[in-house]
């Protein structure tokens, strides 16, 4: 009989080696119940090894159960090994998933996570998660990193606390007091892995299975996936040109996922009173409002908006921030401002995740949040993003006019361009990528069937010539 034994691991004793290739060859099937194995004599001779060496693995066989001799007639594999072991076939066996599992799954399946191309257009609108590479210091981080690789003392390299880095909460706490009026103290803030992390905190630590979730429609998906795989009953609530209405809301619901600053995706800016009436809301219907706080650093008409958090005056509310969208986004660093009562919890449960957030990144971006460069990032880039923005309205307008209807130019890194209800946004989209042009759907930010078609455009990466040509090229296909 022909036969291969994997004698692809060399680690210890050559008769180990030999011991363990026959049982791969075993356990794979290769020799079945009741084959009988070589010859001592001749493995050695095929292997060019000692036959004391090929005793050695057989009788370690022979002790474990896997072949068994049969008087002088030689070895063979135990009758009774493949009864219970049978042959190894890839997909078999049954393995069921929990239904966070299967959610899982399924969503990786029917979402099409933001901005991922699998060959980069020339003219990318891409937004969703993209920081600002192009004007971040990479320099100065990579000093400031160096420097804590280098110098850490050894206590800061064990484990961490899982709420996060002390210097890091107090220099974001401080950060977001100014710039987003929020109220907080740094013993509320819990770093995290991304604001997703923060969604996924919000949903272990708040959720029973049944519970009813309010999301806007359309809708962040990492959220709403999010909230569906904890098993959540979801409520699509009404936006319109002012974001969500809370005058649709149900009369009870467990949270309220918002987007006040920029509606993800249709960009809308929610007005104070709705914003007051929001936590009126939640005061009567007994929710905690999940404030997911992505894009608040960029206003651009008007005052800024102080956020929810700051406005709630019963501690209803849960804040998310990240630095996807100011830095970049492999950062990975974010975090939740929880109401008081609810801190420990949120802690206990970081920790039961992933015990806490990289330490040495928390550190660098401590010392770089406090020591200015952070401020001085972010005037660079809403100055940029102020520059892009006036180019792509200019040129939507100069090259679309009225074909198209323009949401969300208020604030943030991206707009929605509302199409005629006649055109197919699959068809607009595959349009533009043959000229060049990458523009992103609405549609399936939708719980359901979208309400019209629309282009979602994010402007903070490219520059303003390609912007225009873009927009060009673009006004070519609509
Ligand atoms: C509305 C919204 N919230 C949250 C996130 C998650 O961002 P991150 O996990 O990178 O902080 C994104 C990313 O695209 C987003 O668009």
């Known amino acids: 009989m022909e036969f291969l034994i994997p004698l692809s691991d060399t ?26 194995l ?15 060496v090929v005793l050695l693995a057989f009788d370690k066989l022979l002790a474990e159960g896997y072949v068994e001799g049969r008087g002088g007639s030689g070895t063979y594999v135990s009758a009774s090994l493949h009864a219970e072991r049978p042959i190894r076939k890839e997909g078999a066996a049954k393995l069921r998933l929990s239904r966070f599992g299967r959610a899982a799954a399924e969503a990786a399946g029917t979402v099409d996570f933001p901005g991922r191309r699998p060959t980069p257009l020339r003219y990318d609108f891409a937004y969703g998660g993209r920081g600002n590479v192009d004007t971040f ?25 899982a709420a996060g880095s002390s210097a890091l909460r107090e220099a974001i706490a401080a950060h977001v007091r100014r710039s987003r009026a929020v109220a907080c103290e740094p013993e509320q803030l819990i770093v995290v892995n991304g604001s997703q992390q923060a969604l996924d905190l919000v949903a272990r630590v708040l959720l029973e299975c049944g519970d009813r979730v309010v999301i806007e429609d359309p809708q962040y998906q990492g959220a709403r996936e999010i909230f569906r795989a904890a098993g959540a009953r979801l409520f699509p609530a009404i936006v319109d040109d002012d974001g969500i209405d809370p005058d649709t809301l149900p009369q009870r619901a467990r949270i309220a996922f918002v987007t006040p600053s920029h509606q993800f995706p249709t960009g809308a800016i929610l007005p104070l009173s709705r914003r007051l009436a929001l936590l ?40 998310i921030g990240t630095f996807s969208r100011t830095m970049f986004s ?29 330490m040495l990144e928390q550190e660098t971006l401590a010392e770089f949040i406090s020591s200015g460069m952070y401020e001085r990032h972010l005037r660079r880039v809403r100055r940029r993003n102020t520059t892009h923005r006036e180019a792509l309205l200019g040129a939507v307008k100069k090259y679309l006019g009225d074909r198209v209807q323009v949401s969300g130019e208020g604030a943030g890194t991206h707009v929605v361009l509302w199409l005629d209800r006649r055109q197919s946004e699959q068809a607009v989209i595959a349009r533009a990528a043959a000229t060049g042009v990458g523009v992103y759907g609405t549609a399936g930010y939708f719980m359901d069937r979208p309400s019209r078609p629309g282009l979602i455009l994010g402007y903070s990466r490219l520059n303003e010539r390609d912007i225009r040509e873009g927009i060009r090229r673009l006004s070519e296909v609509l």
């Open 330 to 358: 492999a950062l990975r660093i974010g975090y939740l401002i929880a109401p008081k009562p609810l801190v420990p919890a949120f802690a206990a449960a970081k920790w039961l995740c992933d015990r806490h957030t990289a």
């Open 137 to 161: 210091p990479f320099e100065m981080w990579r000093r400031i990193l160096i420097r804590h690789v280098q110098k850490a003392p050894a206590r800061e390299l064990d484990y961490g606390a």
């Open 38 to 52: 070589p010859s001592t004599r001749e493995l050695a001779q095929r292997l060019a090894i000692s036959r004391t």
């Open 280 to 319: 009126k809301w939640a005061r009567g219907a007994e929710a905690i409002v999940v404030e997911d706080d992505y894009d608040g650093e960029f206003r651009y008409v008007g005052q800024p908006l102080e956020s929810l958090q700051g406005l709630d005056s019963e501690g209803r509310v849960i804040y």
């Open 11 to 36: 680690e210890g004793p050559l008769f180990q080696q030999v011991y363990r290739g026959l049982r791969r060859a075993i356990l794979a099937g290769t020799f079945r119940a009741g084959n009988r």
